[in-house]
Nanobody, 126 residues
C-alpha cells in the first residue's frame, strides 16, 4: 500500500505560481489513479484534478481548468499539481489521494480513493 506525502505549498501573491508534489512510497505507484483535492476553512472538501494510472487522461474542476495542470512521473513515484494564475480563492489545504486501479480510470470523488496524504497549505494573498 502506498503512503503519500505532499510538499510545495506556501504563501504566494495573486497571479503567482506554485507546484505541489505528492511523493508515494511503494513499488506499485504506476497502478494507482491519483487525485488532488482541497479544503478551505469553513468549506467542504472539493475536487481539484485527477489523473489516470497511465497519465494519459486528466480531469479538472471547472474552477481550475486552464490554470492548473496535473501530471505524474511514475519513475519517481510522484504526482504534481502545477498551479498558475493563482487567486485568493485558491487558498486551501491541498491533499493528494490514491486508489489502486486495474484500468485507466479515475473518479473525482474523495471517498472513491483509499489512500490520502496529510495535506499542504497553499495561501494566496491579494
Amino acid at each position: 500500500q502506498v503512503q503519500l506525502v505532499e510538499s510545495g505549498g506556501g504563501l504566494v501573491q495573486a497571479g503567482g505560481s506554485l507546484r505541489l508534489s505528492c511523493a508515494a512510497s511503494g513499488r506499485t505507484f504506476s497502478s494507482y489513479a491519483m487525485g488532488w483535492f482541497r479544503q478551505a476553512p469553513g468549506k467542504e472538501r472539493e475536487f481539484v484534478a485527477a489523473i489516470t494510472r497511465s497519465g494519459v487522461n486528466t480531469y479538472y474542476a471547472d474552477s481550475v481548468k486552464g490554470r492548473f495542470t496535473i501530471s505524474r512521473d511514475n519513475a519517481k513515484n510522484t504526482v504534481y499539481l502545477q498551479m498558475n494564475s493563482l487567486k485568493p480563492e485558491d487558498t486551501a489545504v491541498y491533499s493528494c489521494a490514491a486508489r489502486l486501479t486495474y484500468s485507466d480510470y479515475v473518479q473525482d470523488t474523495w471517498s472513491w480513493y483509499n489512500r490520502w496524504g496529510q495535506g499542504t497549505q497553499v495561501t494566496v494573498s491579494s
